[in-house]
């Protein structure tokens, strides 16, 4: 067995019975002395987080957006058919992987 699993269950059956461990006393400890836990500025992070994840999903829709129109101006009309298309030709998506309809749908409300 591997020492890792070994502890891992200790600290589960730990819990069961309603053990506290030290680093959660800690913590605790932390908290009744006014200790702020976490990042004060999280929602600043956040939103900058949302804001890159939002301009390189448009950047992505901006590249595949000429393809998908290509491939209409072919008389392919479905978002299924231009899904097919798009995987005919290798064009990967932004995650690598199979295009479907609802991704098609997605790039072309973006654009």
């Not at 461990?21 to 976490?38: E, F, I, N, P, S």
């Not at 101006?73 to 199979?98: F, P």
Request: net charge positive; proline share 2%; glycine share 8%.
């Amino acid at each position: 067995m591997i020492e890792g699993d070994l502890s891992i269950r200790n600290v589960d059956a730990a819990r069961a019975r309603g053990d506290r461990t030290a680093h959660q006393d800690a913590l605790q400890a932390a908290k009744a002395r006014g200790v702020v836990l976490g990042n004060p500025r999280l929602a600043d992070v956040r939103d900058r987080a949302v804001a890159n994840l939002k301009a390189t999903a448009d950047r992505f829709a901006r590249n595949v957006a000429p393809i998908i129109r290509e491939i209409k101006s072919t008389g392919v009309a479905s978002y299924r058919g231009i899904a097919r298309s798009l995987n005919a030709r290798g064009v990967e998506t932004a995650r690598g992987g199979v295009w479907t309809a609802v991704q098609v749908s997605s790039i072309l409300r973006r654009v």
